[in-house]
């Protein structure tokens, strides 16, 4: 069991963050809230079953048109369902990256044993969705995760930072069953309205994250 722990949405904003913001994080981890319902739980499902059926987005109207008929009867299913429709309308401007659609994929559920260690610390990547496609009979895999703030957007290095650790994660966990493919390795910042993928070498980019 490790001590300290952080996800990955809060390692990739730590190192922008003052000493002050930094401390605010560590502390946040050192005594995380208790399990709650999160936002966007439904969105984050259709940004993932849009992006495995090769950037399918008529799903992604369709997810959006059963929200907007949906009825919220707490002010928080009003929160999250409005803006839940504000961020997949956001997304559906997104240019879905061609490796998407050029493949037909299989989905896999992560796993809660597999961990991300670095530097005596737990990365927690907890992958939205992992991805298997065959080409030439060789197996290929990747990852999403998805990230929805409105005000809390991640720029070039954060997402980076996110699509690096995804990498790694596939490598120590699936490297032996097949590649594991930069380009899918995927961080999509739906607000922002891009996906990043990770850098095709991702040494540099480790030795930042646990130098951190």
Known sequence: MYNYKISVNQLATFANKTERGKMSIVRQQQQPKKAVVSLYGKAKKLVSVTLINSGNKQLLQDGISELKNS??????????????IAALEK??????????HDNIFESIKPSRKHK???SEVEIIVAPDIILKTIID????????????????????EE?????TCLHQYLSNHYGNQGQVLPELCLCVDVYAGYIKYAPSETK??????SEM
């Open 137 to 156: 009979g060789i197996a290929y895999f990747g990852a999403i995760k998805i990230h929805i703030s409105k005000n809390n957007v991640f720029d070039r």
């Open 71 to 84: 009825i919220a009867d707490t002010e928080w299913k009003l929160r999250n369902k409005m803006g839940s």
């Open 204 to 209: 540099h980019a480790m030795l930042k994250i």
């Open 91 to 100: 997304f559906a401007k997104a240019s879905i990256p061609h490796i998407l």
């Open 116 to 118: 991300l260690i670095v």
């Open 159 to 163: 997402a980076k930072y996110v699509t």
